[in-house]
């Protein structure tokens, strides 16, 4: 079945430091890739998607490219601030499938620090 | 625009109590989902409704039921309480193509003692 597979956290950087957050998967076909952020207390957010192979999602500074090759859509942030803080899902979706049933891979804290 | 509403926001169970979670989504989605995300263990599926009038099991769907009432809500019940549910459980909903992701709501924190 499809899978997702993320780095272990938390990941604990500096203010302005740059960020790469793993993920790759494992799905037939030509999945739909996301990003998803949850702050605190809060439900999950949408923060980037890429839907083929070498798309670039991007959103808030955050950066991820869809990689087929390597079955990878890593998440990159150049400078990352305090208030980035929070855990990221990386998922995905298949492309067929009438239920649309997204995988989510386990989470990885991001703890930003000045 | 509320997008997906869920209620209550926290809950204190004793075992064997049932209770009924509640969600509603106003972005006319086809699909709805619910979720249970535990620690270390990310979001896991346990019951999905494709279309109003469907519902399917996820991946950890014992001790759970679900009724989607109409294209709006979707419910989760748990019967009888264990200490194993305690968890955040999250409802989302999807529409259009795959170009799309979940919108969810803001989650249910429920404690069973």
């Known amino acids: 079945g499809d899978s997702v597979t993320q780095m272990e956290g938390p990941v604990t950087l500096s203010e302005e430091a740059c960020l790469t957050i793993n993920c790759t998967y494992t799905a037939t076909g030509y999945p739909s890739l996301f990003w998803y952020v949850q702050y605190p207390g809060e439900g999950l957010q949408l923060l980037l998607k890429a839907t083929k192979a070498d798309d670039k999602g991007s959103n808030k500074g955050f950066e991820a490219t869809y990689r087929k090759e390597t079955t990878s859509f890593h998440l990159e942030k150049g400078s990352v601030q305090v208030s980035d803080s929070a855990v990221y899902f990386c998922?995905?979706?298949?492309?067929?499938?009438?239920?649309?049933?997204?995988?989510f891979g386990t989470g990885t804290r991001l703890q930003v620090t000045l | 625009n509320a997008g997906v509403t869920q209620t209550p926001k926290f809950q204190v169970l004793k075992t064997g109590q049932s209770m009924t979670l509640q969600c509603a989504q106003d972005?006319?989605?086809?699909?709805m989902y619910w979720y249970r995300q535990d620690p270390g263990m990310g979001l896991r599926l346990i019951y999905y409704?494709?279309?109003?009038?469907?519902?399917d099991k996820g991946e950890v769907p014992n001790g759970y039921n679900v009724s989607r009432l109409n294209k709006r809500e979707f419910s989760l019940r748990l019967e009888s309480a264990a200490p194993s549910q305690t968890s955040v459980y999250f409802c989302a909903s999807i529409g259009g193509t795959t170009n799309y992701g979940y919108t969810f709501g803001s989650g249910t924190r429920l404690t069973v003692v």
């Open positions: 998922a995905l979706r298949p492309l067929t499938g009438t239920a649309s049933k997204l995988t």
């Open positions: 409704s494709a279309s109003e009038g469907t519902t």
């Open positions: 972005m006319n989605h086809n699909s």
